[in-house]
């Protein structure tokens, strides 16, 4: 089982930029694919980034559009995304999560894992 820790959401004006970091218990950590969704007032929870366990291979939605970057270090059971050129649509809560399986890395049920979020506001 791995209990999971997000940190370093916070406010922020337009075009700012934020690390958020994600602390993931126990020894299996480089053996989870991690994944960032967030969810915004009134609206379904969303992919926004993901990182093979192996963290050669990176994913990322559509609006992220080069602006966030996920990077993890397994040897600090941690996963991050930095954000950069942040919008006001970008308020949302961030969530992290991990998966064993492989595949459908943007959907949700392949993440057995979740953190609690970190809230993230963007101020235009």
């Known amino acids: 089982q791995v209990q999971l820790v997000e940190s370093g959401g916070g406010l922020v004006q337009a075009g700012g930029s934020l690390r958020l970091s994600c602390a993931a218990s126990g020894r299996t950590f480089s053996s989870y694919t991690m994944g960032w969704f967030r969810q915004a007032p009134g609206k379904e929870r969303e992919f926004v980034a993901a990182?093979?366990?192996?963290?050669?291979?990176?994913y990322y939605a559509n609006f992220v559009n080069g602006r966030f970057t996920i990077s993890r270090d397994n040897t600090k059971n941690t996963v991050y995304l930095q954000m950069t050129s942040l919008k006001p649509e970008d308020t949302a809560v961030y969530y992290c999560a991990a998966s064993q399986i492989n595949t459908d890395y943007n959907r949700e049920y392949s993440y057995a894992y979740w953190g609690q979020g970190t809230q993230v506001t963007v101020s235009s």
């Open positions: 990182i093979h366990r192996s963290g050669r291979s990176t």
